[in-house]
């Protein structure tokens, strides 16, 4: 399977919305500004990670309710007719 692919998957996205939480707090609690980063860099990075866990989060619902291609909707007990 493609990255591509799996990307579209739900249940792959709500993998990678918490890692990236994840680290995304651990960044801002374990890396201190040094010589080599900057403190306005690693606020970026940690905003970077919270922002891709959002969005991962977010398609990841948008995506479970959507319904996949070769599927019919399944008719409710009283609807329609």
């Known amino acids: ?3 591509r692919n799996r ?5 792959t996205l709500m993998r990678i919305g918490p890692v990236c939480m994840a680290l995304g707090l651990l960044s ?4 201190h500004p040094s010589s080599h980063l900057s403190a306005d860099f690693i606020d970026g990075m940690t905003g ?7 969005a991962c989060l ?17 008719m409710e007990p009283g609807a329609g007719i």
């Open 7 to 11: 990307m579209k998957e739900p249940s």
């Open 1 to 3: 399977m493609t990255f």
């Open 48 to 54: 970077l990670l919270f922002g891709v866990s959002i």
């Open 28 to 31: 801002e609690r374990f890396v």
């Open 58 to 74: 977010l398609m990841s619902i948008r995506l479970k309710g959507r319904p996949r291609a070769g599927t019919t909707p399944r």
